[in-house]
Nanobody, 121 residues
Framework: QVQLVESGGGLVQPGGSLRLSCAAS????????????MGWYRQAPGKQRELVAA???????NYADSVKGRFTISRDNAKNTVYLQMNGLKPEDTAVYYC???????????WGQGTQVTVSS
């Protein structure tokens, strides 16, 4: 199993920015990691976990409508790392953010601890 560690969350004011990082364990060979579709998910209290951004191994991104134009997902396959640049943050972006593989069948192997993002004045 590949272990994923999220970091970069914190408390920011509305309109602020954060950059999240998701580092995969070095036990995975980069050539294998590079073919995985990776995504950022978030879960707010009392709500379902949702996929907000995804990126193919080749770097093609997709975004949920709620974050399109504000968030940018990227990856560095050589470092086994995925990033989420979040600009123009809104209070409704407050959630725990997780990264994981995105499988066509929607299954998830396991979740890490995530990183808390709180947007508040």
């Amino acid at each position: 199993q590949v272990q994923l560690v999220e970091s970069g969350g914190g408390l920011v004011q509305p309109g602020g920015s954060l950059r999240l990082s998701c580092a995969a364990s070095r036990s995975i060979v980069s050539s294998i990691f590079s073919i995985y579709v990776m995504g950022w998910y978030r879960q707010a209290p009392g709500k379902q976990r949702e996929l907000v951004a995804a990126i193919t191994g080749g770097g093609s991104p997709n975004y949920a409508d709620s974050v399109k134009g504000r968030f940018t997902i990227s990856r560095d396959n050589a470092k086994n790392t995925v990033y989420l640049q979040m600009n123009g943050l809104k209070p409704e972006d407050t959630a725990v953010y997780y990264c994981n593989r995105v499988r066509a069948d929607g299954t998830i192997g396991s979740w890490g601890q995530g990183t808390q993002v709180t947007v508040s004045s």
